[in-house]
């Protein structure tokens, strides 16, 4: 596709429900971001791929996350037992290269979720 | 950390105001981005600057890169109500294996 897509777009679940959040970054792009934003906030850095492996997954804020990515291109983010503090914007953005040149981060239009 | 401050935090302008927000770190940056996020939407990258005093424009925007690379600024001249949102200045991080860490972010407002 032309950018990067997310989804769903939105996403209302109940506390404690398991949720999964799908990234399509742009074709060839090599480097994938999982961002939080809450409302008003700035972006929260999650996890970071590189191919298919994760060098950074330092900023997932508990063992209740977890992201893969497969083939080098779609990146699922799965929150298990959703609390209400997750609610938030997850934003996802893919660059061509993490490093050097052509590595601005390309961002989807993200995905609202809310946890009743 | 390598974190990048940015400031200020808010701004509310006039339409037709200037409008400068900064980012500094307390490392050199081996380069530095910009990106606006307009309300409701998602970060847009707008800029990367490289060199020592380096300064780049686009029509009313100017970035600047500080002489010691520690700085940045982003400059808007004659404000228009097109240029609400948030401005967040993004440093790459030679830590875990290369990513953009990214300032907290300016919200600009502007008054018609």
């Known amino acids: 596709g032309a950018g990067v897509s997310q989804s769903p777009s939105n996403k209302v679940t109940e506390k404690g429900k398991d949720v999964e959040l799908r990234c399509d970054p742009i074709?060839?792009?090599?480097?994938l971001y999982w961002y939080r934003q809450s409302l008003g906030q700035g972006l929260e850095f999650l996890i970071y791929?590189?191919?298919?492996?994760?060098?950074?997954k330092s900023g997932l804020p508990s063992d209740r996350f977890s992201a893969e990515r497969t083939g080098g291109s779609v990146s699922t983010l799965t929150i298990q037992r959703t609390q209400q503090e997750d609610s938030a914007v997850y934003l996802c953005?893919?660059?061509?290269?993490?490093?050097?040149?052509?590595?601005?981060?390309?961002f989807g239009p993200g995905t609202r979720l809310t946890v009743l | 950390g390598q974190q990048v401050m940015q400031i200020p935090q808010y701004q509310h302008v006039q339409e037709g105001e200037d409008f400068t927000t900064y980012c500094n770190s307390s490392?050199?940056?081996?380069?530095i981005q910009w990106y606006k996020q307009r309300p409701g939407g998602h970060p847009v990258f707008l800029i990367q600057?490289?060199?020592?005093?380096e300064v780049k424009k686009q029509k009313r925007l100017t970035f600047q890169f500080g002489e010691a690379k520690k700085n940045s600024s982003l400059h808007i001249t004659a404000t228009q109500t097109t240029d609400v949102g948030t401005y967040f200045c993004?440093?790459?991080?030679?830590?875990?294996?290369?990513?953009?860490?990214f300032g907290a972010g300016t919200i600009l407002r502007v008054k018609s």
């Open positions: 074709s060839g792009h090599t480097a």
């Open positions: 791929f590189q191919g298919n492996s994760a060098p950074d």
């Open positions: 490392t050199t940056l081996s380069n």
């Open positions: 993004a440093r790459l991080s030679m830590e875990y294996g290369n990513k953009l860490v």
């Open positions: 600057l490289v060199k020592s005093g």
């Open positions: 953005a893919s660059s061509l290269r993490a490093s050097g040149t052509h590595n601005e981060q390309f």
